[in-house]
C-alpha cells in the first residue's frame, strides 16, 4: 500500500459526502419565476411539453418506467417557470376524482405510464395506465388509472403493490 492511498479515501469519502448532499436537492426546490432556459440547462429537456390555453406550457421531467418521480410546473408565457411540484403523489392523484380525464389529459398532468395493459374479460376489457411511485411517501406502488373499454376516458383509480419490489421465491424460478 503506498501513501497516497490513505489521502484518495479521505477525498474519495469528502467527494460522495458533497455528491448526497447534493443528490437532495430536487426541482421542487427551484424558486418560482426561474427562467425555463435556466431549468432545461440544469435538468436537461422535460419528458412531456403541452400547450396551454394562455400561451404557456405544461412541462414534465419523469423517470418512468422504473423510476418513482415526476416533476411538474407550468412555463408562463414569458418564459419564466411558475411552481415545480412533485406530481406522482396521492395528494396529486386525487385531481383524476375532479372533472373528465383523457389520455392527452393524463400525459400532459402526470407524464407517460410506467405500463400500459388491458384486464378483464374480452367483452368488458379495460385499458389501465399504471404510473410508479411511493405512496405515502414510503410504498413502492403502482397507481392503477382504468380507462374504460375504448381507452378514451378515466373511470376509476386506485393504488395498489409494485410487483417489481416484490420478493420472489427462487424456489419456484
Known sequence: ??????????????????????????????????????VQGRYGAPTVTCPLANGGQRVIWSQQPFGQYAWGGN?????????????LT??????????????EK???????????????????????WSYRYKENGVWNSLMYVYLGPKGDRVTRFHPGPDPMFEERDSWFF
Not at 76 to 83: I, K, L, V, W, Y
Request: include cysteine; proline fraction near 11%.
Open 1 to 38: 500500500m503506498n501513501n497516497a492511498s490513505p489521502l484518495f479515501a479521505g477525498r474519495l469519502c469528502v467527494l460522495l459526502g458533497l455528491a448526497a448532499l447534493g443528490g437532495c436537492a430536487t426541482m421542487a426546490d427551484l424558486p418560482p419565476d426561474a427562467p425555463y432556459a435556466q
Open 75 to 87: 412555463v408562463a408565457p414569458d418564459g419564466r417557470m411558475e411552481r415545480i411540484e412533485p406530481i
Open 106 to 128: 393524463l400525459i400532459c398532468e402526470f407524464g407517460p405510464p410506467a405500463e400500459v395493459d388491458q384486464v378483464g374479460l374480452p367483452s368488458v376489457r379495460q385499458v389501465v
Open 90 to 103: 396521492d395528494e396529486h392523484f386525487k385531481v383524476l376524482a375532479q372533472g373528465e380525464w383523457t389520455p
